[in-house]
């Protein structure tokens, strides 16, 4: 009987002390787990590193080993896609407001800070004060009112843009989207192309009125009278030059202001330019009996510009100026350093330009008056103004009727 409470006294004794050091291990493996899992929430530890089969523990380590990799895994996939979204929307061209429940920008893209920020941001403020503009608050109002897609396009007086608004229900939130799309561009392209058309249709009506009549006239039988057939043929002649030379500046004009003509810009030297003009122009300028002089200060800073095409508009201007003034008197060519510019002008002592046209004579075929135009097209004047503007500089006349015009030109200096 002894015997048999000995060996159960043992047996229970080694039970017991198997059972505390099991308690003993688990604790201890549980200590070093729950710190092993505090650390990797503080981003001390990566997630290689937590253990997945703490001894007596090891399926719930296990599962919280799986449950951690995926959240991190769909962290990094969210991560990867925000970033990819933020790279969209920085490179877009539209400008993008994401606006939340209570009517106030959460995020923007830099397109729609060009739009419509003053450079304190826009995130933050209600859409009203971003917006400034009440067609488009009240297309955002009916999108916020309806949850539909509403579009809308304004042209904002201010600053003379176009813009076209398209606001988007957030689905996921009672927020909007407004997506922006500045059509100002596309808007002037149009309407240069519209007015294009009507003025080449009306400037195309008269040569060929004029063709069609000379021909008529040699058919019903001008042909059997030798002058004047001489005569009609030389004025068709006339005509076909006049229309050559319109439809070769048409062309020229339309590459230019479409941005085809790209402009090779190199530092050239303005008195180099100026002279390479007068030469060129010289012969012109005798035959019509006209002093063509050259005046310039001695250093003039070079400038970044495309030689062929200055040269092109000098050319242009004194062309006019040889046209335009009468034999004996005078085109004098200067150039001058005005500021961080250099200033060229092309001054003559010829009829001169009445003061209401003045403004208007770089428009495409504008002509004072057309009886005294000496033929031309009415487009020279636009291909220089183009020409200069797409050099950064700035072109404009002077004149008095009767005493004669001065065309100048700015150009800015290479480095400034
Ligand atoms: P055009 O081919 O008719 O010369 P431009 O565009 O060069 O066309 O000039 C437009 C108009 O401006 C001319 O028709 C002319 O009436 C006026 N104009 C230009 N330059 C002069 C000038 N130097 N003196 C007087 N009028 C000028």
């Known amino acids: 009987m002894n015997e048999f409470w000995v060996t159960l006294t043992i047996l229970l004794v080694l039970v017991i ?15 070093a787990y729950a710190e092993q899992v505090e650390q990797m929430v503080k981003g001390e530890l990566a997630l290689s590193d937590l253990s997945s089969d703490v001894p007596g523990l090891e399926e719930l380590s ?8 995926s959240d991190a895994e769909k962290i990094e996939t969210g991560n990867a896609e925000r970033a990819r979204l933020e790279a969209t929307l920085t490179q877009m061209t539209d400008g993008v407001l994401i606006v939340d429940s209570l009517a106030k920008i959460q995020m923007t893209n830099p397109a729609a800070e060009k739009l419509f920020g003053d450079g304190t941001g826009l995130v933050g403020k209600t859409v009203s004060v971003a917006l400034r503009n009440h067609q488009l608050i009240e297309t955002w109002r009916r999108c916020q009112r309806e949850r539909q897609v509403h579009s809308e396009s304004v042209e904002l007086p201010a600053n003379r843009k176009f813009l076209q608004l398209v606001a988007i229900p957030d689905a ?8 922006v799309q500045d059509l100002t561009r596309i808007r002037r392209l149009e309407t240069v192309r519209r007015d294009f058309i009507s003025n080449v249709s009306h400037e195309l009506r008269t040569p060929l009125a004029s ?7 040699l058919q019903e039988g001008a042909l059997d009278d030798p002058p004047a057939a001489q005569r009609f043929l030389g004025r068709i002649q006339i005509e076909v030059d006049a229309l050559t030379q319109m439809a070769a500046e048409l062309l020229e004009l339309s590459r230019i202001e479409s941005g085809q003509v790209p402009l090779d810009r190199r530092p050239i030297s303005p008195v180099d330019l100026l002279h390479s003009a007068a030469d060129r122009m010289n012969l012109q300028a005798q035959r019509a009996g006209i002093d063509l002089r050259v005046t310039h200060s001695e250093s003039i800073p070079p400038i970044n510009a495309d030689f062929p095409r200055l040269e092109q508009v000098l050319v242009n201007l004194v062309h006019n100026a040889i046209k335009f003034t ?7 060519l200067d150039v001058t350093q005005d500021d961080h510019q250099v200033h060229f002008s092309i001054e003559d002592t010829g009829i001169g330009i009445p003061a209401d046209d003045l403004s208007r004579i770089f428009e495409r075929f504008y002509r004072v008056d057309r009886s005294r135009s000496g033929g031309g ?4 004047l636009s291909i220089a103004r183009h020409l200069v503007e797409s050099h950064d500089g700035k072109i404009w006349a002077e004149s008095r009727e009767g005493e004669g015009s001065t065309f100048h030109f700015t150009i800015p200096i290479l480095n400034y």
């Open 377 to 380: 097209t009415g487009l020279g």
């Open 17 to 31: 002390g198997w059972l505390a050091w099991r308690y003993f291990r688990l604790r201890r493996g549980l200590k």
């Open 326 to 332: 009468p034999p004996g008197g005078s085109v004098t």
């Open 62 to 69: 296990d599962a919280v080993y799986r449950l951690t990799k």
């Open 172 to 179: 996921h939130a009672s927020g909007e989207i407004l997506l």
């Open 211 to 217: 063709l069609k009549a000379l021909t008529e006239t």
